[in-house]
């Protein structure tokens, strides 16, 4: 910077600071009276007002409101009313039991432990929250796994269900398949999770689940010439450990006299396996 501007600089300010010790202050403008200001009555605040101050409590109704996303006022009957010296909070806030029934029963009746923020009414309670409680509510549940014992009684509910509460876990995560290709998908059609030994076996099993643990029979009969190799397991085990009679399917053979049967009383005397039948040929 060359001096002279410099010295140019310098002048233009002091003026500027000179200018303004010297104007006389401005009179303040006195307000003016303007009735039309006054003509309305002043309406209710809207929603978005209350949205405008409360942009926190506003949000999370729309955002996880669910189905209380009406009036905040609705619920709010009494609001702007607090006041710390007559501790009054919880009395001007608004009850659940406003319209709510004690759904879940008297025991789980302090809504608000569960349901932690009622303005996000869709946001599931934690599963801390409700860790204890699980049967008192999914009774059905609890009394599927006592019905019938197994080694899914001894696991908590959570022990499975141990992401967030409604989380549904894989078998996957703790079992292996009965053979390699088998997909975890069906596992549920012969066990049914809180009662996995009560196993219903439906004709349309995937039969290769029995190779999985009857590694003799299953290519015995997977190979037999006989005619029962084409009668699949479950049509003769109706039932896991179930044994069919012959005659429940057969009756009694015309062919076969009394006096024969009375001395051989078990078809299987003659007719030796019932998964590989001698045959003629
Ligand atoms: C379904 C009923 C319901 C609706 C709808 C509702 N509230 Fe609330 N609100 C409550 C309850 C219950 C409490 C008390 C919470 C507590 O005790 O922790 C509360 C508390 C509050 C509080 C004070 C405590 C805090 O969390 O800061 C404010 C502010 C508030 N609500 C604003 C609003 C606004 C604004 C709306 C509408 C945009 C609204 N509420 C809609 C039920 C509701
Ligand atoms: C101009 C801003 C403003 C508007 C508009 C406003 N509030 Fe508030 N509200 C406040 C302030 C400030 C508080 C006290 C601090 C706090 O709790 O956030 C408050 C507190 C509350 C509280 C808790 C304490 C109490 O005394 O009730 C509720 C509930 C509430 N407001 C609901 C509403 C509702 C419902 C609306 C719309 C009908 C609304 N507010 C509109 C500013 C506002
Ligand atoms: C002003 C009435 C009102 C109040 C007060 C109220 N609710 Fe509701 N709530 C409703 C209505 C209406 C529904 C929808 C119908 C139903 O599920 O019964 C609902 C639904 C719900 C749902 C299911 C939400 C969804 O979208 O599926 C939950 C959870 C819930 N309320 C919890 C609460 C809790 C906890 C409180 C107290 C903090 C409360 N409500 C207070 C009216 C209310
Ligand atoms: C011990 C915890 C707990 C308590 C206490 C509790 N709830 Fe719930 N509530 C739940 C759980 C868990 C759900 C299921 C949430 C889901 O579907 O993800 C639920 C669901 C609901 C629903 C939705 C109903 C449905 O079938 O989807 C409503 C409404 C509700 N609760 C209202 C209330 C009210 C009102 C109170 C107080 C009287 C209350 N809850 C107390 C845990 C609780
Ligand atoms: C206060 C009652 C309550 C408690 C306690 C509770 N639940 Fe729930 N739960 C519900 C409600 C209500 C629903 C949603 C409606 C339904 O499907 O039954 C639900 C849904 C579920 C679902 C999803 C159902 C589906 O069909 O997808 C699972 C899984 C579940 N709960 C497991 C649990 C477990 C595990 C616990 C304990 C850690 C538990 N719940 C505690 C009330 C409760
Ligand atoms: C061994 C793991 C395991 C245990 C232990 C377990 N569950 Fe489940 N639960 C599951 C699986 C897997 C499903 C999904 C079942 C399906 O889709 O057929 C399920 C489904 C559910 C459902 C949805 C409805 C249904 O019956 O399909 C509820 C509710 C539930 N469980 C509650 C519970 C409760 C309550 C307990 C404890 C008393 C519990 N569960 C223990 C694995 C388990
Ligand atoms: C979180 C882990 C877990 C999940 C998920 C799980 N299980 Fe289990 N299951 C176990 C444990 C642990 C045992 C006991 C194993 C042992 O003692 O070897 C068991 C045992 C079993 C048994 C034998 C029961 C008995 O009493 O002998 C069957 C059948 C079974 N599970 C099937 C399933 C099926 C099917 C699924 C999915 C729908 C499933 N499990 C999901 C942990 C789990
Ligand atoms: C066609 C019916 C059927 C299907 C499908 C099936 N299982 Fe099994 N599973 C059985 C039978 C039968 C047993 C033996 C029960 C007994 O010993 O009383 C068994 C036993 C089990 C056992 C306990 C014994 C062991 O091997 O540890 C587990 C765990 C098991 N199955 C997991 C599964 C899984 C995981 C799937 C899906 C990939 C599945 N099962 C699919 C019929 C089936
Ligand atoms: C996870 C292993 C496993 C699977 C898979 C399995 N079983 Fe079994 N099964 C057993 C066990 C263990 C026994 C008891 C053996 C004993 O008592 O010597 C048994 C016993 C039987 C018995 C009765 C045996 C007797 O001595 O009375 C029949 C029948 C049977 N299984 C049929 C089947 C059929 C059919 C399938 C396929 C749909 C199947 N099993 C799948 C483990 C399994
Ligand atoms: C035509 C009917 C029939 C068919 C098909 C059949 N079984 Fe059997 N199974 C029987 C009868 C009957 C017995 C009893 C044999 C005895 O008393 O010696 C039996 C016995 C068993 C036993 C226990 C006794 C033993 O021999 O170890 C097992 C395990 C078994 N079957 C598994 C299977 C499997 C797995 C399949 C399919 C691969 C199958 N069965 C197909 C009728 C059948
Ligand atoms: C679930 C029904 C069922 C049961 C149980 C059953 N069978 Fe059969 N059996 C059949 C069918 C189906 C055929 C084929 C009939 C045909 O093609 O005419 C057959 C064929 C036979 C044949 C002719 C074999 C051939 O290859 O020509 C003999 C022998 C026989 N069964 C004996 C028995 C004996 C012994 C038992 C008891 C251990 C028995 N069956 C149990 C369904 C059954
Ligand atoms: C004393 C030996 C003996 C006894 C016991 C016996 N069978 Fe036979 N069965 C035979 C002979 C031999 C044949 C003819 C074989 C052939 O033609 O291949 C035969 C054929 C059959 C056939 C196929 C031809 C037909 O007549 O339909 C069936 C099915 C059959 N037996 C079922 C049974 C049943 C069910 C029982 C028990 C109630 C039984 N058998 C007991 C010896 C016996």
């Known amino acids: ?29 006195l307000p003016q009276a303007d009735a039309a200001l006054y003509a309305s009555e002043p309406q209710p605040l809207t929603l978005d007002q209350c949205g405008q ?23 709010h009957t009494t609001f702007h009313a607090y006041n710390p010296r007559k501790d009054n909070f919880a009395e001007i806030m608004p009850d659940c039991t406003q319209c709510h029934s004690p759904i879940h029963g008297d025991k789980h009746n302090q809504c608000l432990s569960c349901h932690s923020n009622p303005h996000a009414a869709i946001k599931a309670p934690t599963l801390a929250g409700v860790l204890n409680y699980c049967a008192d509510c999914h009774t059905d549940q609890g009394m599927q796994l006592s019905a019938q014992p197994s080694k899914h009684t001894e696991l908590s509910c959570d ?12 078998c996957s995560e703790c079992h292996q398949p009965h053979f390699e290709t088998q997909a975890f998908t069906g596992c549920a059609s012969c ?8 196993i219903p076996f439906a004709i349309d099993n995937d039969l290769r689940t029995c190779s999985g643990c009857h590694n003799d029979i299953y290519p015995k009969w997977q190979q037999t010439i006989s005619k029962h ?4 397991c479950t049509e003769c085990h109706t039932e896991h450990k179930k044994i069919p009679e012959c005659s429940s399917c057969h009756g009694i053979p015309p062919a076969h006299s009394k006096t024969m049967l009375d001395k051989f009383p078990r078809c299987l005397d003659c007719h030796l396996d019932a998964h590989d039948l001698p045959t003629k040929n």
């Open 1 to 29: 910077m060359t001096r002279f501007k410099v010295i140019l600089l310098a002048a233009a300010f002091l003026s500027l600071v000179g200018t303004a010790a010297t104007v006389p202050a401005q009179q303040q403008s």
């Open 191 to 198: 066990h049914p999770v809180h009662q996995p030994l009560a």
């Open 53 to 75: 101050c409360h942009p926190g409590h506003f949000r999370d109704i729309k955002q996880q409101g669910g189905k209380h996303q009406f009036d905040c006022r609705e619920c």
């Open 159 to 170: 022990n499975c269900h141990h992401t967030e509460h409604g989380s549904i876990p894989f």
């Open 229 to 232: 190799g084409q009668v699949g």
